[in-house]
């Protein structure tokens, strides 16, 4: 991340999960001595309770004081904010994100067994906001994580943008003590297969600043199997994505690498679009 101040937008709930992501957020920030706002939304009301007049005053008042607490919990140096905010959740994430000139979104999600059970509430959030945001989403799991002695492996189809967003990547790795590892997952490792990934490496070593990168290839005919069988067999701890714009028979089978990563993932996800 270049020199000027950057600023995460932390989307909570107050559970123990989206708690999680906030004291990585805020550990992330310190590095970068970036600002950071803490962000709840809160639903339209769905039954009589909350729809009786003023209760909606009542609730959005008790978010603030519960907000204000958990920026209190955080590292006092930090330039913190705390927004309030009514409407959809999902929608109204990615409306902040480029109403106040969010650099990155770092959002909690539960464990693979939790997760599971709860893919209807939280998971269309966590979905729709790292499959749609403009810009990159650090999707955390409810457990404890830390970047620094990691392993980051940065998944890559050899796309024109992929270059730029591993430099990105370095940037914002850059006060951690990481490694970056880039993968590939190709079908066959045939004779075109390996003259692009000559091709690419080249390219990522200029715009990274950095000879001696090497791309790691796993072959396998299904993306999804194919980087779950890679990290298998590395001490990883987070899987940076690049997003691509979904083609119309993906969106009409609803087959997206960035969705089904999300639903499966144990470690942390930096999505970036």
Do not use: W
């Not at 270049?2 to 995460?8: A, D, G, I, R, W």
């Not at 994505?241 to 028979?249: A, D, H, I, Q, V």
């Amino acid at each position: 991340m270049n020199n000027t101040e950057k600023h995460l937008l932390v989307p909570t709930d107050f559970s123990g999960f989206s708690t999680q992501a906030v004291h990585f957020a805020s550990e992330f920030a310190k590095k970068h001595q970036a600002r950071v706002t803490l962000l709840h939304i809160v639903e339209p009301p769905y039954n009589t309770v909350t729809a009786i007049d003023g209760m909606s005053k009542i609730i959005e008042e008790n978010a603030r004081n519960r907000l204000l607490k958990v920026a209190e919990s955080i590292d006092s140096e930090l330039k913190t904010e705390t927004i309030v905010k009514h409407g959809r959740t999902a929608r109204e994430i990615l409306k902040q994100t480029d109403t106040l000139a969010a650099d990155l979104v770092v959002m909690g999600t539960r464990g693979q067994t939790e997760y599971a059970l709860s893919k209807s509430i939280l998971g269309s959030v966590s979905t729709e906001v790292a499959t749609s945001c403009s810009k990159p989403v650090f999707v955390i799991p409810d457990q404890d994580f830390k970047i620094d002695d990691s392993v980051v492996v940065f998944a890559t189809s050899l796309k024109e943008r992929d270059p730029e967003n591993f430099r990105f990547l370095k940037e914002v790795t850059e006060p951690f003590r990481v490694t970056l590892t880039p993968v590939h997952i190709t079908p066959e490792r045939d004779f075109q297969t390996r003259i692009r990934l000559r091709g690419f490496r080249d390219i990522l070593r200029e715009q990274a600043d950095d000879p001696t990168i090497e791309i790691s290839v796993a072959e396998h005919k299904n993306f999804i199997r194919g980087i779950a069988a890679f990290l298998k067999d590395q001490p990883v701890s987070m899987l940076v994505l690049n997003r691509y714009g979904k083609s119309t028979l993906q969106k009409l089978f609803n087959t997206d690498r960035t969705n089904q990563m999300l639903y499966h993932s144990e470690i942390p996800l930096l999505i970036i679009p």
